[in-house]
């Protein structure tokens, strides 16, 4: 069931075949708890998917695992859900990547649907407030334990420390794209694969004594031929099942039509959204407040909160724009059920080209793991990956902390965060420090944390207000 040979080719001559060290059904209970717990943006998910296939369950070795990673975040779109897909595919082949893939996100899309829902039907409601309240400091903990945990696998020499420390500053002091930052590294790590290879050494040549191996044998996960055959193959079947719907759409309704507008608009971001949710978030909300008016700044803000606090990729709050640009814009339709439908467009245009970027892309990408050049360049990859969930993880605390953080203009060019201090939250710092220290020092597990910070944090939100 994993292997299609109609899709996927014949196996490649490299391909030792054996028994899948997992069934379907383990599969489908490890990814509905990775999506039941991806909250956090990409830095808390990456966390979870790391803290379930590699540390607990063991299906994949670590350099595997920030193999695939160096690889998704290359890639248009939310890597989180590129990653999770990838490495259901390693699993289990292509159904296990469908599968995987689409657990991810689903959580999510219901969550978000019924938020929306609330959103339209009444707003303003304390335990709302006090829900968001609560969760946010156990993010920012989620967000330092993967800081914590990919820093400590991929920073093995001094060039991979100067890497993550030139790419933090990079983005947060200077703001260079995103993009920028991932070239540079990965050009730094394919020069030195050849010629300092102890720059960027291979991770499997540091893995401590004390790590495990993973109980699933290299020759169990997939492997796929790299012909260009089978590439042209794969990506022109997922680039109907991406775009053959939305085309319906537009013959349907017109191009005029709120349905085609939003399936059009999406699709673009999805194929331009390098460098994660934050990059593109300015781009989306011009275009949905400025340009076509589908909603209001606040409402933007709203939903950027409602993405951040329920699980699923931070670019969920996609889902939350198309709602609302429908339900204001139904053309005859019940404004709920066009906001419904509008959702149900958004996220197949966004997330379905993932699809196609890893069942295409992936293979060559295992191939590329016995190239020296290439196997440095992700390395190096990975190690100014440190530099962008430090960044991520400074944000995000100083957001909880004081509510707003401003740019300070250095020289003319040097962008340094600042915050009120006025409006700095006692209480929200002491709440990021117990959940720092109870999922780091005593490994709380990632429910508990949640649940227990949403009580406390909550609870004394509801007390105050």
Known sequence: MGWNPAVDGPRDAHYCPAVPAITFRELLAAFTRIGLLSFGGPAGQIAVMHRILVEEKRW????????????????PGPEAQQLCTYCGWLLRGTWGGIIAGALFVAPGVVVLLGCSLLYVLGSGLPWVDALF???KPAVVAIV?????????????????VITAVLAFIALRIFHVPFPIVILLAATLGAWSGTRRPHWFPALSAHRASAEVEPVIPEQALTHAPTTWTRFVRVAGLWAILWLGPLGCIHLAFGSEHIFTQIAWFFSTVAVVTFGGAYAVLPYIAHHAVVVQGWLSGGQMVDGLGLAESTPGPLI????????LAAHGHSHGIHPLWAGVIASAITVWATFMPSYLWIFAGAPFSERLRSNPAARAALAAITAAVVGVIANLALWFALTVAAGT???????????VPTIELAN?????????????VAFLRFRVGLGWLLVGSVIVGGGWHLLLH
């Open 60 to 75: 994949l070795a670590e350099d595997r695992f920030l193999h695939a990673l160096a690889y998704c975040t290359l890639l």
């Open 133 to 135: 309240y609560g969760i």
């Open 144 to 160: 330092l334990g993967a800081l914590w945990r990919v820093s400590g696998k991929a920073l093995h020499s001094r060039a991979a």
């Open 316 to 323: 969920m709050v996609v889902q939350f724009v198309g709602f």
């Open 405 to 415: 953080v401003h740019d300070s203009v250095w020289g003319g060019y040097m962008h």
């Open 424 to 436: 700095i939250d006692g209480v929200a710092i002491a709440l990021m420090l117990a959940a720092g």
